[in-house]
T-cell receptor
């Protein structure tokens, strides 16, 4: 594919509702990452997939957050019972390869999903 | 101490000048370093990656890495107004593919 795509681009939801965010990585990229960026702040790591397994979930802020990935393709990030503090831009990135001894592949970012919880 | 630190700025430079952006990191074992540019309301885009000590040049951009001092910098020569953006430093922390991003430095290039 041309690049990382994410959908929806914008999502407005009411507090307490569940939301699903989707990420399509670059074709052939085995690694996929989710980040959160609050307004005016840096990127906050959420979770990393190598294929369809998630060796690092350390950044998920609570058990309301979960993510899954189908093979080396689409990933969905689900936020249950959304709270106002979940409002942010959720960015997905992919890279060609995953684990390598201490070397990190370049990550390419999608356009993000702007989530607003009212 | 934050894992990756950047001066938030804004850093203001006149058009045509050299902009110097700095980043320090805490994990002495880090091996991969990246500079991303992020325009307001857009996603980060890769500017440079660097893995070895020294300088790496790409067009108007030069990344400098000093592992002994645990800092990485980005120089932008002949700065243009279109370079005005937030510059994010990213470093792999500990083993594997986890990148930790600094909070970013806002650069403003004035014509």
């Amino acid at each position: 594919g041309a690049g990382v795509s994410q959908s929806p681009s914008n999502k407005v939801t009411e507090k307490g509702k569940d939301v699903e965010l989707r990420c399509d990585p670059i074709s052939g990229h085995t690694a996929l990452y989710w980040y959160r960026q609050r307004l005016g702040q840096g990127l906050e790591f959420l979770i990393y997939f190598q294929g369809n397994s998630a060796p690092d979930k350390s950044g998920l802020p609570s058990d309301r957050f979960s993510a899954e990935r189908t093979g080396e393709s689409v990933s969905t990030l689900t936020i249950q019972r959304t709270q106002q503090e979940d409002s942010a831009v959720y960015l997905c990135a992919s890279s060609l390869a995953g684990t390598s001894v201490r070397i990190t592949d370049t990550q390419y970012f999608g356009p993000g999903t702007r989530l607003t919880v009212l | 101490q934050k894992e990756v630190e950047q001066n938030s700025g804004p850093l203001s430079v006149p058009e045509g000048a050299i902009a110097s952006l700095n980043c320090t990191y805490s994990d002495r074992g880090s091996q991969s370093f990246f500079w991303y540019r992020q325009y307001s309301g857009k996603s980060p885009e890769l500017i440079m990656s660097i893995y070895s000590n020294g300088d790496k040049e790409d067009g108007r951009f030069t990344a400098q890495l000093n592992k002994a001092s645990q800092y990485v910098s980005l120089l932008i020569r002949d700065s243009q107004p279109s370079d005005s953006a937030t510059y994010l430093c990213a470093v792999n922390i500990k083993y594997g593919n986890k990148l930790v991003f600094g909070a970013g430095t806002i650069l403003r290039v004035k014509s």
